[in-house]
């Protein structure tokens, strides 16, 4: 895996537009994740955004055929990143700052069990996805359940297309180490 990177492609909606109090707590909560992922063992890159501080984007961000804008305010929360396998994506995930934000998803995203949350496939080192194959990823996904090339955590494929088991003392070091550095 080592001439491959991980690519990741999350999204999801909000139950009220991005301003409001409502989201406060994920919108407080951003700048601190952002970091704690960009400092996680393993990361290599993620797009920023369009007219917004930080890293450039990948390309135009656009979003994927189900998204309803339901918050009115033309917005979804998604991201788009690199990582050096999937052990090193999975303890950033879930460990540090991104896990309590992840468990309080529920109070802020709308529920919907029919559409992904996010989506992963390889990419050859050097190459850099940009946010239309990243919806294209996650449409596959959405359609056509995991495969080789958009596959989730549960359900992961190497980067030749074999199904692959996540190492998971590996994760839990690589959680180690970014607990460690912060």
């Known amino acids: ?6 690519a990741v492609y999350t999204f999801n909606q909000f139950v009220a537009p991005y301003q409001s109090d409502r989201i406060r707590g994920f919108r407080e909560a951003e700048p601190g994740t952002f970091l704690a992922i960009e400092n996680a063992e393993g990361f290599v890159a993620r797009s920023g955004y369009e007219g917004e501080e930080g890293p ?10 189900c998204w309803t804008n339901s918050n009115g305010d033309g917005w979804a929360p998604s991201t788009l990143s690199l990582w050096a396998s999937l052990e090193a994506l999975m303890a950033a995930t879930y460990q540090g700052p991104h896990g309590k934000v992840l468990r309080n998803g ?7 069990d029919h559409i992904p949350e996010y989506v ?8 850099t996805p940009d946010w239309a ?3 294209g990823r996650f449409e596959e996904l959405m359609e056509n359940g995991p495969n080789p090339r958009a596959f989730t955590f549960k359900a992961a494929f190497d980067p030749i297309g ?3 088991k996540p190492d998971v003392a590996r994760m839990k ?9 912060s």
């Open 1 to 6: 895996m080592r001439d491959h990177r991980l």
């Open 56 to 65: 450039s984007s990948w390309g135009e961000q656009v979003f994927p055929h």
């Open 106 to 112: 529920k109070d802020w995203h709308v529920p919907a």
């Open 120 to 127: 992963l496939w390889w990419v050859a080192e050097g190459d």
């Open 133 to 135: 194959e990243a919806v």
């Open 162 to 164: 074999r199904p692959y």
């Open 173 to 181: 070091d690589l959680a180690r180490q970014t607990a460690q550095k």
